[in-house]
């Protein structure tokens, strides 16, 4: 029977993932001590190898801070829809 997909909070990730970088045991240890693939834990070091020069630069941005911009710009989107759609209910006649 196959297992459900198990899914590991982001701290459990970096926590692995620093370990393997240490490089004081074998990702394959580390994953078998943790009860996680290999591939998963290899793929995880990956993408923290990538994404590694883009904190550096700055590039990275704090989760809410990305998602806070998301949102001005979605009330902005909002907003000029609001004004559109008044406006064109006004010249069409039907504003109620």
């Known amino acids: ?6 899914n590991y909070s982001p701290e459990f990730k970096s926590k692995l993932v620093l370990e393997a970088l240490a490089e004081e045991k074998t990702p394959l240890q580390i994953a078998v001590e943790n009860g996680v693939h290999p591939k998963s834990l290899n793929k995880w070091v990956k993408d923290a ?5 883009a904190i550096f630069k700055g590039e990275v941005q704090e ?4 998602l806070q911009k998301e949102i001005d710009v979605l009330h902005k989107k909002i907003g000029q829809l609001t004004v559109e759609n008044d406006f064109l209910k006004k010249a069409s006649g039907r504003w109620t």
Do not use: R
């Open 1 to 6: 029977m196959i297992k459900p997909k198990q």
């Open 63 to 66: 989760a809410e801070v990305a």
């Open 49 to 53: 190898k990538l994404k590694l020069p």
